[in-house]
């Protein structure tokens, strides 16, 4: 089984998600006999419900589908890891049609991919858990459509990450895309114009994504990433104008996904008004796997030597990068709803990310790369924990987190651990990864750069302590003391939310400290890849 380990991670959540798409159709009752009298109870409880059957929990069933399909991928992912560890590539072809090259589908699992899998999974199975009492809370009636959009949006993302063939990347960005969609339209009133907005620019997105990848296979004639690059290679095609097109239309489709400065209004009011479960899936994956396809396009498809010599983009994307930072920096410092504030946090960091890729040296990369992995696991420790103290205060605005740290100890400790994380205090992971983009900054000289990283950085320590302060010292009166209602919530008993709810947002600040304290190993992994393409600055 081990040897299908790719295969097993995509088709888990598939096939769970046909289960709990049937999971959702009713059966048929039995309807009670006219004679019955009228004011009589009908058997079952209703007209329409049958006694020959125990009351079907909908939401459990699609609940524990949902959480057992993504255990499967967690382990797939993990086995993976070791595979590739141990042996190298993995390449998978489906149907096991591996010739002529081009043509059979590939499932390709190196040391970057390995590890980001084990992230999307992780974060995935973290955001199924926490779902337990928000979904029947958020979407009434709809658990079994809702669970099979995550599981199709796990698995579309999953997909994007593991396949090694063009097209077949175009596809499942469309899985993720489409479910992903339906997700945001599920939330509150003004869910479904948020998605309207989400559905146009990603449908922008896609499309040029679809068209570069077209003018790519019109040159080249293969849709295998790999092969891609060794006919590119081969004939010389790095001066080629329609390659040259088709790479600034892939890159224009993957920065629209990836809600890179200024193109990231679709993003704030999707997760705003999505369902707290649909905001804590995509907001740490959906901008993270564009941002690794953009890495994967630029080393495996076209190569190094084309993205950064042959096309001479890297200057303008670093200083758009250093503004995208600064500027969303900004606009999460005017917000005064925590739920937007991290939205625009999300948008600063990749910023952070796709600055670092196009330094065009090791560490840059190696920052970028180890960054996706990390503000995988605090952008969801900062969703769950946003979301449960909006979901416990029922207060969206940061002025009503007050006094939480007594009323909620648990959950503030991780969400503290999150705000740390985010400002960049060792030993967590949020500390090496800017170590590593600022060091790349640094020697490729892009002192721009390394000045948006600190003001950033800055920025989020005046949004967090912020926080921090109203949530432990509460309001202080007009005379600078502590108001009555501190007072009053000195005596306030502990109330956390559901342990379904708080055990994901713990495990996810832990695993802040886990991938901080475990850099060498993690950098080396990385490192076992990126070798290969001998980008300056390397073996440091």
């Avoid at 009323?407 to 960049?424: C, D, E, Q, V, Y």
């Avoid at 209602?485 to 600040?509: C, G, R």
Wanted: with cysteine; hydrophobic share 55%; charged share 10%.
């Amino acid at each position: 089984m081990a040897d299908h380990a790719p295969a097993i991670l995509l088709l888990a959540p598939l096939f769970a998600a046909i289960l709990v798409s049937l999971a959702g159709i009713r059966r048929p009752a039995r309807r009670v006999t006219p004679a019955a009298p009228a004011d009589e109870p009908a058997i079952g409880g209703t007209p329409f419900e049958s006694a020959d059957f125990p009351p079907f929990e909908e939401d459990k069933v699609c609940f524990f589908l949902t959480l057992g399909a993504l255990i499967v991928s967690v382990v797939a992912a993990l086995t993976m890891l070791g595979q590739v560890v141990e042996g190298g590539v993995i390449r998978y072809f489906v149907g096991n049609w591996s010739s002529p090259l081009g043509i059979g589908i590939e499932l390709r699992v190196d040391h970057i991919n390995a590890l980001v899998l084990v992230m999307i999974s992780t974060v995935a199975l973290l955001a199924a858990f926490y779902s337990n009492h928000r979904v029947e809370e958020e979407t009434p009636g709809k658990s079994s459509q809702y669970y099979t959009m995550f599981l199709l949006c796990s698995m579309g993302l999953m997909g994007m990450t593991v396949t090694g063939d063009a097209f077949n990347l175009y596809v499942l960005l469309e899985v993720a895309a489409l479910s992903g969609y339906a997700l945001v339209a599920m939330g509150d009133k003004r869910a479904s114009v948020a998605a309207f907005n989400y559905i146009i620019i990603g449908t922008i997105g896609a499309s040029f994504y679809l068209l570069g990848v077209g003018y790519l296979y019109i040159k080249t004639g293969s849709l295998n990433m790999m092969g891609i690059q060794e006919i590119i290679l081969e004939q010389g095609l790095s001066e080629s104008k329609t390659v040259q097109v088709a790479f600034i239309l892939i890159l224009l489709g993957v920065f629209i996904k990836m809600a890179f400065f200024p193109l990231y209004a679709w993003l704030p009011n999707a997760y705003v008004h999505a369902p707290s479960t649909s905001a804590c899936l995509m907001a740490p994956l959906v901008t993270k796997v564009s941002i690794y396809i953009m890495v994967r396009m630029m080393l495996t498809v076209f190569g190094p030597a084309f993205a950064f010599d042959a096309m001479g983009w890297g200057d303008a994307v670093v200083w758009l990068a250093a503004i995208g930072i600064v500027a969303s920096s900004l606009l999460a410092l005017a917000q005064t709803q925590l739920k937007k504030m991290l939205c625009f946090l999300v948008v600063a960091d990749v910023g952070y990310m796709v600055g670092g890729a196009w330094l065009a040296n090791h560490h840059g990369m190696v920052g970028a790369i180890y960054h996706v992995l990390s503000d995988g696991f605090m952008t969801l420790c900062m969703f769950l924990g946003g979301s449960i103290l909006v979901c416990k205060t029922r207060q969206t605005s940061i002025s009503g987190m007050v006094d939480l740290y007594r009323k909620m100890p648990l959950t503030m400790a991780a969400f503290t651990l999150g705000m740390l994380s985010m400002i960049g205090v060792p030993p967590t992971c949020g500390f090496f990864s800017k170590y590593f983009l600022i060091r790349g900054g640094i020697e490729s000289g892009h002192w721009q750069y390394v000045a948006a990283l600190l003001f950033s950085s800055l920025v989020n320590a005046v949004l967090f302590f912020r926080i921090i302060e109203r949530a432990f010292f509460g309001e202080l009166s007009a005379d600078g003391g502590e108001s009555g209602q501190h007072d009053e919530a000195k005596t306030a008993a502990v109330d956390e939310a559901p342990l379904s709810m708080v055990a994901p947002l713990v495990i996810a600040a832990a695993g802040l400290l886990f991938i901080g304290l475990n850099t060498r190993e993690i950098v080396t992994v990385i490192e076992q890849t990126l070798n290969v393409y001998a980008l300056t600055g390397g073996g440091g």
